[in-house]
């Protein structure tokens, strides 16, 4: 095998509780994620006697995505390309590696675009070298790239804890949520994003973590409590809250720490119109997504 092809796919936070801010400056987390078909995709090809990593970026959503090694896909290659070469399936020189990478997940959204691109590379790159490493390896490597990336190994549902490197699978959505994805014209900073939060006076982290765990499906997000002050995000969400084809009971909700929200709709049908009516009111990039299982 010389070349594999692998999707990315997003995600949702239905549940987003953000501890305080600790000693480190980090913050510890408790999630329940959920990917959805909303996808980028990634072919990567041996080029054998061509060393190195070569990254290219075509789709939708490529004007942004640097190419270099600031990218944490060509990270995520090179770091299996080294794990390769240590483990002697391949020589330094023998096989280099091009990936293209058709970006349709946005940036700045809270989506997981380039987390999941990153675990994306790393199982097609696992896969083609046939190193077979094991998971607990594997979720090693991606903890080194950054803190969504070993939930997307997987995918799914799944309780994410502390800063990312603790996911333990859930039970899937049955049936699953059919959902508008708006991401505004505004671009969030996670950095901003938690900043504002600890800003805020008194503020307790959420429980609603807890509260799914149990049995429940009311989705909350503590992100929440800042992005309302952004007017396209709360214009967004009031369009969203408003529709008649949303589920009810389930608000619209911020993705991570934004800018992108989801709305569960009722149906497909629904999710449809919904997602027409929302491109003719202009209120951001808009996609028709359905929650999916994880990675085999």
Excluded at 140 to 148: F, H, K, P
Excluded at 203 to 215: E, S
Aim: charge should be neutral.
């Amino acid at each position: 095998m010389n070349t594999i092809t692998v999707p990315a796919h997003a995600k949702i936070n239905l549940t987003l509780d953000v501890g305080a801010r600790r000693a480190d400056g980090y913050h510890a987390i408790r999630s329940v994620m959920q990917t959805v078909g909303l996808h980028d995709t990634l072919t990567v090809t041996r080029t054998p006697h061509q060393p190195g990593v070569r990254l290219e970026v075509t789709g939708d959503e490529a004007a942004s995505v640097p190419t270099d090694g600031s990218n944490l896909v060509h990270r995520a290659a090179g770091r299996m390309h080294q794990e390769a070469v240590e483990r002697g399936a391949i020589s330094s020189s023998e096989s280099g590696l091009h990936i293209r990478l058709e970006k349709r997940v946005p940036s700045q959204a809270g989506l997981g675009g380039g987390s999941s691109d990153a675990a994306a590379a790393l199982r097609a790159v696992n896969a083609l070298f046939g190193l077979n490493l094991s998971s607990s390896r594997m979720a090693a490597l991606a903890t080194e790239l950054g803190a969504d990336v070993p939930f997307f190994l997987t995918g799914g549902t799944a309780l994410v804890e502390g800063l990312g490197e603790r996911v333990t699978s859930l039970p899937p959505l049955k049936p699953a949520w059919e959902l508008v994805i708006v991401k505004p014209s505004v671009g969030v900073s996670t950095a901003w994003a938690y900043a504002a939060l600890d800003a805020l006076p008194g503020r307790v982290p959420g429980q609603a973590t807890a509260a799914w765990l149990k049995g429940g499906q009311q989705v909350a997000n503590d992100f929440e409590q800042v992005a309302r002050d952004v007017p396209e995000i709360a214009a967004a969400r009031m369009f969203l809250h408003d529709a008649p084809e949303r589920e009810p009971g389930t608000p619209p909700l911020l993705c991570g720490s934004g800018s992108a929200l989801f709305c569960r709709c009722r149906n497909r049908v629904a999710a449809e119109r919904l997602a027409e009516r929302a491109r003719e009111a202009n209120i951001g990039k808009v996609w028709v997504a359905q929650t999916v299982g994880g990675e085999s």
